[in-house]
């Protein structure tokens, strides 16, 4: 058996079990449960449970002739785009031949992409959001559906309440201007020969301003031809949803208050449109909050069901936005997909009420993983469940998802392809009955190691085919050592599927929630491969991969961990072999957007380099002009809080005189930035501010990983061999093909490099137990990211484990990042980057106390447990608090650190939102002098020490959510600081490190 797959300390996890922890799994993992045995390993307690009771369309007359389904798209996610490595997934039928040649956010061809997948989902149209801004936006979707051939489909407009409003109310004019451009559209959905308006931010008014407004729409338009539909007053629902919670059942008073907010939108518009779920979590469960759905089928729906049937609102409209989950990498705040037990348990109670219309939330999201849309985690499976229940709303029997081969079982499996010890594994073994299989099939999930030897299997299955429903298994991740790497297959009255997703469990990182979802219909079938990665140097691989799928290739790509290292057909290219690749990107607070940016970028030292922009989601790259007299280019365009990045390629064999020179030409207060192409070899990083009154700043890095989605292969063979770079320790491989047809395959995973075989013990939170744990683990995959105290690096800090957690001075504005979305006003202006200095021989760094700060990227400061240890000389007033550290964006991470009155202070952020912890811990900070300052959490109890004076204090929570972190300080005041908020940091910091474990 593989040693790196599954570590064999089984006698110890044996000995943990034996003392009464079985009886405990069984119980937190419910009655139905067994034990799973790992050969030469650990044996684990399982939960099964059955999910096969069937939906049923409910008995209610509907006003449209059948349920219309739609789904939310967003025009700015095309199919050309770069999704790589800022995103965790990406659209399935991607295609760089449909991006323009001047930057667009969609085009005809790859709306057509889109188009032709809904049709197959067995849905109506698309709803977009529009305001008076967008109306033209109507006209042109209605273009580009005749144009894909796809004129079956309709367009539902989405008014926003929240980009048409003013002071005193919505905007009459904005929502004419809509209701209008629909009334004249043959694209418009209609009901009962009525526009349908759905909207959105509704709640924003209370009942008597929606009375007013719509018949001020109506006078405006002269006509009553359209149906708007508003939402309930959330502040009353949640309210009742909250008493429903703690007392079991709602009083009568109670009820009358929800009927009272359901009849204030009934009364005021054409018809109703709700989301039934409800998002809750349970502070010592699972991370992601879980979608609720009793309040809604206990009191919702029946009520809505006997409002409808009176007389005066039997001519109301009805429709519900349907949710599968939200999986935000960037926020932390994340609702799970359950498998797709979300999804289908919504669907199940909304059609009890036979509803209108449905809106599918959404197709295309990429950053929140709303996505309806086929995409290379979730191939077609939210798809086809859409499809099956559309039929089933229309009256129809099932059938195949379009282009399926039905030889193949009409099975699925789902699963997280990451986890960190602690937390709960949940696979889901989904059957969507298609109308051809009868027969009950006979199906066993088992794992396999990196070496591909059946190291477990759960006992064989039963399934009926023709019910939609799933077994689903939940197991403790805690008896699997950190660095276990296992791959799921099933097998099939005796036939065997593979070509699954890895998936891995690392030792303290998590921030991927996401399942991938894998239809057995999906899965590629090679008909002959082989394939091997071994590692050549340290950080270097060669690879290889010959096969034959019989149907062409959109892309064969290595995926180190859960990232696209290399694809083929790109070495032409990005040139990793011959040349230094670069990525230079600029950001700048939003205060400080620069239009028009005239941007000079040049090679010294160095001839044969090579440029190209970055096609980033929403970002306009420009288009390059060549110098004439240097090797570089020339754009022109707007430079904002997003990242606008371009690639430089140097060749290797001139690096040692290479310099990037970056410029913004004619423009007041920049000044410019210099990277010696060597130093950027030796450090991976670097980063300079160009303003330092708006902190319009680059940062350039050195890449090993494709940059760019990779043009389709459009051949069944390939014969595939190269070398790769990359920075992880210890990373797993594995090759991934995907068909211009949509379907995917798996390699086995690789792990070229031996692990020590040195082990440590880690306190994680066992999310079955609800408790603290431990969980062995290779120390060597545990991070230790010291952070290196060198100029050379200019406003960015390297850390000694892994690039992802390398650290900026200053910035930290894009998306989620701990300064994104602050307006002027809220940080004093300025370069927000602390100065380097020496002192006593040594680098530091020097911070102004007005707004200097460093950002640090999600989970450099774990969820997990952690030890943080820094030296600093502050210089603060003892009458006002200065603020250390903060595991905190807007929202709260968990730790933050204060001075205040001479002495060390904490706060936490935690999951349960009833406490919010405050640690006065007394220990004397000198001030103006050197202080070495430790802090340490194991799940039991916080550990503070300050030069050398140590103070205990129990403590078991867990982090809100995951963040970025920061030292120096945030413009937002956080618990415990009193009514003066903390000062930015002032002094110096000369080290700073973070441990995912603790002592």
């Known amino acids: ?101 001047k930057f667009a956010y969609e085009t005809p061809a790859s709306f057509g992409v889109h188009g032709a997948q809904l049709v197959r989902y067995g849905l109506d149209g698309f709803d977009i959001f529009v305001n008076k801004r967008q109306v033209s936006t109507l006209s042109r979707l209605d273009g580009w559906f005749a144009a894909a051939g796809t004129a079956q489909l309709n367009v539902l407009p989405i008014v926003s309440y929240g980009e048409a409003v003013d002071k005193s109310g919505p905007d009459v004019k904005a929502f004419a201007a809509v209701v209008r451009e629909m009334q004249g559209s043959p694209r418009a959905t209609r009901i009962n020969g009525k526009v349908l308006v759905p909207t959105y931010n509704y709640r924003m008014f209370k009942a008597a301003q929606h009375r007013q407004f719509y018949a001020d729409l109506v006078r405006e338009l002269g006509n009553s031809d359209f149906v708007l539909c508003g939402d309930i ?175 193949v079982p009409p099975l699925a499996l789902t699963y997280r392809a990451t986890a960190k010890c602690g937390e709960l594994l949940h696979f889901e073994v989904l059957n969507v009955p298609d109308g051809v299989w009868t027969k009950p099939m006979s199906v066993q999930l088992s794992f ?74 999906d899965l590629a079938k090679p008909q002959r491969v082989t394939a091997e990665v071994k590692a050549k140097d340290k950080g270097v691989y060669d690879y290889s991969l010959q096969a034959d799928f019989g149907e062409p290739l959109a892309s064969v790509e290595l995926i ?12 032409g290219e990005f040139d990793f072999t011959s040349n230094v690749v670069v990525r230079l990107a600029f950001t700048v607070p939003r205060d400080g957007a620069v239009r028009g940016g005239n941007l000079r970028v040049a090679v010294s030292g160095a001839s044969g380099c090579r440029f190209a ?72 990083i670097a980063g300079a501010v160009m303003n330092a009154n708006t902190s319009f700043r680059v940062d350039a890095r050195r890449i090993f990983d494709v940059p760019s989605l990779p043009p389709q292969l459009g051949t069944a063979t390939v014969n595939w061999r190269g070398t790769t770079e990359t920075r992880t320790p210890y990373p797993v491989f594995h090759f991934r093909a995907i068909t211009t047809s949509g379907r995917l395959w798996r390699s086995r995973p690789f792990r070229p490099d031996a692990l020590p075989a040195v082990d440590t013990t880690v306190p994680v939170w066992d999310e079955v137990l609800e408790r603290p744990s431990t969980a062995q683990t290779p ?31 200053g910035g930290g504005i894009f998306y989620c990042e701990a300064y994104s979305g602050i307006d002027k006003g809220r940080i004093a202006p300025g370069c927000r980057v602390p100065a380097w200095r020496q002192e006593e021989g040594r680098w530091c760094l020097a911070f102004d106390g007005v707004n200097d700060y460093i950002n640090f990227p999600r989970e450099a400061f774990p969820q997990a447990a952690f030890t943080l240890e820094m030296e600093v000389k502050p210089q603060y007033d003892p009458a006002k608090p200065m603020t250390l550290f903060r595991h905190f964006s807007w929202i709260r991470g968990s730790l933050s650190l204060f001075i205040r009155e001479g002495e060390l202070f904490a ?58 972190a920061i030292f120096g300080g945030h413009d937002k005041t956080e618990l415990g600081t009193g009514k003066v908020p903390p000062s930015y940091f002032k002094g110096l910091l000369r080290r700073f490190t973070i441990r995912h474990n603790a002592p």
């Open 1 to 101: 058996m593989g040693r790196l797959s599954l570590r064999v300390s089984c006698r110890m996890r044996l000995c943990i079990f034996a003392v009464g922890v079985w009886a405990g799994l069984l119980s937190a993992l419910g009655a139905d449960s067994g034990l799973l045995v790992f050969a030469n390993g650990p044996e684990i307690a399982y939960s099964r449970s059955a999910h096969f009771d069937q939906p049923v369309v409910g008995t209610r007359p509907r006003l449209a002739k059948e349920t219309l389904l739609y789904a939310e798209f967003l025009v700015k996610y095309g199919m050309f785009q770069d999704y790589l490595h800022y995103w965790i997934d990406r659209p399935l039928f991607w295609n760089r031949a449909t991006r323009p040649e």
């Open 907 to 964: 706060t936490w952020g935690d999951r349960d939102l009833t406490r919010e912890p405050k640690f006065t811990t007394g220990l004397k900070v000198n001030n103006g002098e050197w202080n070495e300052i430790f802090v340490s959490y194991d799940f039991r109890e916080l550990v503070f020490r300050v030069n050398g004076v140590e103070k205990r204090m129990p403590w078991v929570g867990r982090a809100y959510a995951f963040k970025p």
């Open 448 to 521: 396999s190691d990196v070496d591909g030897q059946t190291v477990a299997a759960f006992p064989p299955e039963t399934i009926d085919p023709s019910k939609l429903g799933s077994v689903d298994y939940r197991l403790p991740s805690t008896a699997l050592p950190g660095g276990t790497v296992l791959v799921p297959s099933l097998t099939v009255d005796g036939k065997a599927y593979a070509g699954f997703s890895p998936l891995r469990i690392d030792p303290s990182v998590s921030f991927v929630y996401k399942t991938v979802r894998h239809s057995l219909r």
């Open 779 to 809: 120390g060597a995959l545990v991070p230790v990211l010291d952070y290196q105290f060198d100029p050379t690096a200019g406003a960015a800090l390297v850390n000694g484990h892994q690039p992802f957690f390398n650290a900026h001075l």
């Open 560 to 571: 180190e961990n859960e990232n696209e290292q290399s694809a083929c057909g790109t070495e």
């Open 233 to 407: 007053d959330m502040a009353v629902l949640r309210r009742l949803q909250e008493a429903f919670h703690q007392q079991g059942a709602l009083t009568a008073q109670q009820q009358t208050e929800l009927e009272q907010a359901l009849r204030d939108v009934l009364d005021a518009v054409g018809g109703i449109q709700l989301s039934a779920t409800e998002k809750r979590r349970n502070p010592k469960g699972q991370y992601c909050s879980y979608y609720d759905l009793s309040f809604f089928d206990a009191y919702t729906a029946p009520m809505i069901a006997r409002l409808l049937s009176l007389p005066e609102y039997r001519e109301k409209v009805l429709g519900f936005y349907v949710h599968q989950g939200y999986v935000n990498h960037f926020t932390g705040h994340d609702h799970s997909e359950e498998g797709t037990f979300t999804l289908r348990s919504n669907l199940a109670s909304v059609m009890r009420l036979n509803p209108d219309y449905l809106i599918f939330f959404e197709w295309n999201e990429v950053n929140e993983n709303t996505m309806f849309q086929p995409t290379v985690w979730g191939g077609t499976l939210a798809g086809r469940i859409l499809r099956w229940h559309s039929r089933l709303m229309k009256g129809l029997p099932p059938d195949p998802f379009p282009g399926d081969d039905t030889s």
């Open 613 to 684: 922009p970055l096609w980033l989601a929403n970002v306009d790259a420009g288009r390059l002009t060549p110098l004439k007299d240097a090797e570089g280019f020339r754009v022109r365009t707007l430079f904002w809080t997003q990242e606008t990045a371009y690639i430089i390629q140097v060749p290797k064999s001139q690096i040692g005189s290479a310099k990037i020179v970056v410029e913004l030409e004619k423009q007041t207060g920049f000044t410019p930035a210099v990277f010696a192409v060597k130093d950027l070899v030796d450090q991976g």
